[in-house]
């Protein structure tokens, strides 16, 4: 039996059982559960808009639960290898959005800025949150929704950092205003119909910003081009990148090296094809890059070292780090920014609370109750030093997320109905991972001339590989091959074999790409672009009143598995591409088409209904619902015995 306890390789056989002052784990038969109604959970009764209740939960869940967060972990080393795992993964993209950001904001956010964000948002959130173990970061649909409302500051005759202190500011009111009336809520109605279109647009987006910008500076319809020797090599680079990405992505399924190195090539794909074809592009005979010119383009870092101020060019008088609210803005103007901030909104809303939930599934066996109202209120809170500094706002990350939370669980091998299953035994929940993850990007902002080595190549390779990863493990991509396959050859999935016809499948998969393309269009190629994400929360009652119209409930049973297990969907994917039991599955398939309800969480009630053995700390509502329930279970007793 063997037991893996991170992407980072160590095992560590004495970090299988939880121990907590505040949570005590009890090994004995399950007790009764209390009322199946749920009382006292704001969602149980179907109510959406209920003032406080929700936040008034998480916090009396969680406070009790703050001081064992800071608790030394029974696995130190776990902990560790989670929290420099966490670093690499958010890094590298974090860097590819920078150069996006850089390009359509003509300079105004760039790497400094990106950054400093994720290092003072991750910092905040890893200290105010209920569930620290979310990561929070820049991400791709937030890249190019800040990138495609860049232009509205010029349309308002507004500064940009003005007008972008009031975006942040009016996103940050919407949040709370969101968590404080348990809107949050609404998060449930979100089927995998909905979010599969989102990762599918997500991948699109990904794979053709990353092709275009490897190939634009080639300029393949002018006769001469100086700089086309050196857009060539960006470009080789891209592609090599992308294949050293792509083969380590896999190298979990390998029969060849140990389990440890083959797990440590895969968690860290990203970093060696970055560092090995860095240091290629510096071979004796490669074109250096001088000022901009005749040379492989690397990331551009204005200043180096670093001077802690906003980016500027070279000689130019920075920007002051705080933008007065009133400075060079109108009245129209101010109000002009509540558009896109309401669109920004409806990205986070969406984004990071499947990111927490993706990062709190049941899969990960946590001994700690989530907390979706609070957290939605803490992220509101970190977006308004991002407005108050001109820094680009962030979410959940995903997967970063939920392979953060991966990488803290001691995991082992067990044969399940003759089949070898992947348990948790225990996973480390606590705040210092996300803390100490989010300090490290202030020292990356130190070593700033190192990042300026990396070739811009090398992000696009990334970038490509990660709209490839999106996009390999989406389901609607996964049915659009089915559909192209020989139909016997297609997999005994329940999609395949448990639907009324094929051709059912094929209308379904069918609007879904349909969607996708136009939300991609919009978002690409429209001026109003930055509209993208109403189109996608659109998707939500399109899928209720629409959708549940035009096909049967079995059948959707299986195209929209709402309901289904994690377990099953792992069996599924392993199905569908081959994958041995025993392959670690973190790598092979994780995103948004993850997303499964059946039996996750809803707020802290639902999880001390669904945890009898687990005892929630004496102050909560909890607590006092359960000696409730005991109390009249006792009384009820006592009056069947006289």
């Known amino acids: 039996m063997g037991t893996s306890t991170s992407p980072a390789m160590l095992e560590s056989g004495d970090n299988l059982n939880s121990s907590s002052d505040a949570h005590v784990i009890d090994e004995s038969p399950p007790k009764p559960s209390v009322d199946s109604t749920l009382e006292g959970s704001s969602t149980a009764n179907g109510k959406y808009f209920q003032f406080w209740t929700g936040m008034q939960e998480d916090l009396r869940a969680r406070i009790p639960l703050y001081a064992d967060d800071w608790k030394r972990p029974k696995s130190l080393m776990t902990v560790l290898n989670a929290t420099f795992f966490a670093f690499v993964v958010q890094l590298i993209p974090a860097l590819i959005f920078a150069e996006l950001l850089d390009q359509q904001t003509e300079g105004s956010l760039a790497v400094d800025e990106v950054l400093l964000s994720a290092g003072i948002i991750g910092v905040i959130y890893a200290l105010l949150s209920g569930q620290p173990i979310v990561l929070l970061g820049i991400t791709g649909p937030v890249a190019i929704l800040l990138g495609k409302s860049y232009g509205l500051a010029e349309q308002y005759d507004a500064n940009y950092f003005t007008f972008f202190w009031w975006l942040c500011i009016w996103t940050a009111i919407l949040h709370i205003l969101t968590a404080v009336f348990g809107l949050v809520n609404f998060v449930w109605q979100i089927s995998p119909f909905s979010t599969q279109i989102f990762e599918f647009f997500i991948a699109m987006s990904f794979i053709y910003e990353s092709i275009r910008d490897l190939v634009k500076d080639i300029h393949l319809l002018e006769e001469q081009s100086e700089e086309r020797s050196a857009a060539y090599a960006s470009l080789v680079i891209g592609i090599l990148t992308f294949y050293i990405c792509w083969k380590l992505h896999f190298a979990e399924t390998w029969v060849h090296f140990s389990r440890q190195l083959r797990t440590f090539l895969t968690s860290y794909n990203m970093m060696i094809a970055v560092v090995v074809m860095t240091g290629l592009s510096y071979l004796p005979g490669v074109a250096q890059d001088s000022n901009g010119q005749h040379g492989i383009h690397r990331v551009r870092i204005r200043r180096i070292p670093w001077d802690w101020q906003p980016t500027t060019e070279q000689g130019a008088e920075p920007r002051p780090w705080f933008a007065h609210p009133l400075d060079g803005i109108s009245t129209k103007g101010i109000f002009g920014a509540l558009f896109p901030a309401f669109m920004l909104y409806l990205l986070f809303f969406i984004d990071h609370n499947i990111s927490s939930i993706l990062t709190q599934a049941p899969k990960y066996n946590l001994a700690k109750p989530p907390a979706y109202h609070w957290d939605f209120f803490v992220l509101g809170l970190t977006i308004i030093p991002c407005g108050l500094m001109g820094l680009p706002p962030g979410s959940g990350l995903i997967p970063q997320a939920p392979l953060h939370t991966r990488a803290l669980c001691t995991r082992e091998y067990k044969e399940i109905n003759g089949v070898r299953r992947e348990t948790v035994t225990h996973c480390e929940e606590q705040r210092w991972s996300a803390l100490l993850q989010a300090m490290l990007m202030f020292v990356a902002l130190s070593l700033i001339k190192v990042i300026s080595w990396i070739p811009v190549g090398c992000l696009f390779g990334v970038f490509l590989y990660l709209g490839v990863g999106a996009m390999h493990g989406n389901e609607i991509w996964e049915r659009v091959n089915l559909m192209l396959m020989y139909s016997k050859k297609r997999p005994p ?149 006289g």
């Open 493 to 641: 999935i329940p999609v395949v074999a448990e639907t009324s016809n094929w051709r059912v499948v094929q209308y379904y998969t069918t609007i879904q790409v349909g969607l996708s393309l136009i939300t991609f269009g919009v978002a690409q190629f429209a001026s109003w672009g930055y509209i993208f994400p109403a189109l996608i929360a659109c998707f939500v009652p399109f899928r209720v009143y629409v959708i549940s119209r035009c096909f049967s409930e079995r059948d959707l049973d299986h195209l929209d598995p709402v309901g289904e297990s994690d377990e099953d969907y792992q069996k599924e994917q392993r199905e569908l591409y081959h994958v041995e039991p025993d392959v670690d599955e973190s790598q092979v398939f994780h995103g948004f088409s993850e997303l499964r309800m059946k039996g996750v969480d809803h707020s802290p009630a639902d999880y001390y209904h669904h945890h009898p053995g687990v005892q929630p700390p004496e102050d909560s509502s909890e607590a006092v619902l359960r000696n409730r329930h005991k109390a009249g279970r006792d009384q009820s007793n006592g009056i069947q015995e």
